[in-house]
């Protein structure tokens, strides 16, 4: 009988003799199964986002580290000033560009110079930008001192450019807002079309920031109310450090305010919303509720729809007529031609005036309602003002209207002429009995006061003539230093800007004859 185990130089795993048995060997087969694994070196990191391994150093002692004893490949651990320079030599590869892909070879060369002692190759280095990135290792102040070493503007183009700071790669854009998990891979595309994604808003802040200042007040676009999803907060805090240097650039507080309003109105050109193009001050609002000017609407409609059926019913069949009938019979089964017609007409048209009345009531009991209300509380304020608006009822509108060029000189020459008070001497008695009292102590403004008193601002309530929403003094929380200092110097100065003294005028007639005199109401 042959034998079959000559070739085996040693006992059997886990101390099995060639146990006879369907499971003989079983559990010594798993142990050993085990200790190969364990024995085996690791071949990819455990966590997606891990750092590439394979970096190996060439005796640089920050990136010494002990292999394992099992003889695995070495690692080399990654210093904070290491990664600075990593990112260093990205910036400087990339010069100021976004979407090229020709910049690995500047990107090692340059890091070669940061970091001669170490030695790796460009796939190696690509990896370990794409992880510094995605990782979150440095916070976005960081990264934009960093690109600011690495490409320092040099000409009047570079300083445009530079007025918007690159916040590459941030964690907090568009993208990013999913939290969807990424993977370390050897290709830039997720790396080039975030910078895209960045390039892109950096390019409509500037046009933003830039319109806005040739734009008077006045005519500015009304910013509507965006949704607070996460992909809007995401875009408003991926402009956050975009700002900074156009905030830092600001003289006084309208300067400022125009920065703000264009960052606005960027991040509502990002996120699709509809802005209007007609300034505010072009077209007022209609006092009638949107829900009532829809039921006038519907009845208008059903009232040009009765008239049109009432025609077929006496015999007028042009074409525009019966294509209305039919779509006023649609989905009901009721053919023109059938014998019943007249008096499927005479019921539809039945349906129409029935609901035309239950619209109209609806109306009236709204007004009724509305006019109660306006009565009482007219009532408690104000009484002789209510029994003269039940005597005499306001009628407007009855005489020509005054010339507006008139009205403008008039009231301009009221408020916009500088006044010379004359002094009398009982100023310089009220000044001598005020000179013993003690002044009141300086008041400083910080930035913890600006951010405070946004914070307990209603998001959308209606803004200024600046057109500027609390919510956006909130989401951009990079202004609340320069607002704090520019406060801080109009009160030391003495001095408001014109946007604090700026308003819109309403001219309210007194009474039915429009050339009297008007009534001023802000």
């Given at each position: 009988m042959m034998e079959y185990g000559r070739t085996r130089k040693g006992p059997l795993p886990g101390g099995r003799q060639g146990a006879s048995g369907a499971g003989a060997g079983r559990g010594s087969m798993r142990t050993a199964s085990r200790a190969r694994g364990a024995a085996r070196p690791p071949s990819s990191p455990s966590h997606p986002s891990s750092p590439p391994a394979g970096l190996v150093s060439a005796g640089s002692s920050r990136a010494q580290q002990s292999a394992p004893a099992s003889g695995g490949v070495r690692r080399m651990h990654w210093t904070t000033q290491m990664n600075s320079n990593a990112l260093r030599a990205y910036f400087g590869a990339k010069g100021g560009e976004t979407g090229c892909l020709a910049y690995r070879a500047r990107m090692h060369r340059l890091f070669a110079e940061l970091e001669p002692s170490l030695t790796v190759t460009e796939q190696n280095l690509s990896d370990r930008v794409r992880y510094i990135l995605r990782s979150n290792i440095f916070d976005v102040a960081e990264l934009e001192r960093?690109?600011?070493?690495?490409?320092?503007?040099?000409?009047?183009?570079?300083?445009?450019?530079?007025?918007?700071?690159?916040?590459v790669e941030q964690p907090a854009n568009v993208d990013a807002a999913v939290n969807t998990p990424v993977v370390v891979d050897s290709n830039d595309d997720g790396t080039v079309a975030q910078e895209l994604e960045l390039e892109h808003m950096r390019s409509t802040l500037e046009e933003a920031v830039v319109e806005t200042r040739s734009t008077p007040l006045e005519n500015r676009p009304r910013l509507p109310r965006i949704a607070l999803s996460k992909r809007n907060r995401a875009v408003v805090r991926a402009l956050n450090p975009m700002l900074v240097t156009y905030l830092e650039a600001s003289r006084d507080l309208c300067e400022t305010d125009s920065i703000l309003f264009g960052a606005a109105l960027a991040v509502c050109r990002i996120i699709g919303a509809k802005v209007s193009t007609a300034g505010r001050a072009t077209g007022h609002s209609s006092a009638i509720p949107a829900w009532r000017r829809r039921i006038e609407e519907r009845i208008a409609k059903a009232r040009a729809l009765i008239g049109r059926l009432i025609c077929f019913r006496s015999g007028n069949n042009r074409p525009r007529i019966v294509r209305t009938v039919r779509m006023a019979f649609a989905g009901t089964n009721v053919s023109l031609s059938q014998p019943d017609i007249t008096q499927?007409?005479?019921?539809?048209?039945?349906?129409?005036?029935?609901?035309?009345?239950?619209?109209g009531k609806r109306i009236r009991r709204y007004t009724e309602r509305s006019t109660r209300f306006n009565q009482n509380r007219l009532f408690q304020s104000d009484q002789k003002r209510l029994y003269e608006s039940l005597e005499r009822p306001m009628v407007s509108g009855t005489g020509p209207a005054p010339n507006q060029a008139d009205t403008v000189v008039f009231w301009r020459g009221l408020w916009s002429e500088p006044v010379n008070h004359s002094e009398g001497p009982w100023t310089e008695v009220v000044a001598s009995q005020c000179a013993g009292i003690t002044p009141m102590d300086p008041v400083i403004i910080t930035p913890d006061d600006v951010a405070e008193a946004v914070r307990r601002a209603p998001n959308w309530k209606s803004p200024g003539l600046d057109g500027l929403h609390h919510y956006w003094l909130k989401g951009f929380m990079v202004c609340h230093s320069v607002l704090a200092r520019q406060f801080q110097e109009s009160l030391n100065q003495k001095s408001l800007p014109s946007l604090f003294t700026t308003?819109?005028?309403?001219?309210v007639p007194k009474d039915q004859e429009l050339k009297a005199k008007a009534r001023v109401t802000l």
């Open positions: 960093l690109r600011r070493e690495a490409v320092p503007s040099s000409d009047e183009n570079a300083t445009a450019e530079d007025a918007a700071p690159q916040m499927k007409l005479t019921e539809r048209i039945d349906d129409l005036k029935q609901r035309i009345a239950a619209w308003g819109i005028t309403h001219l």
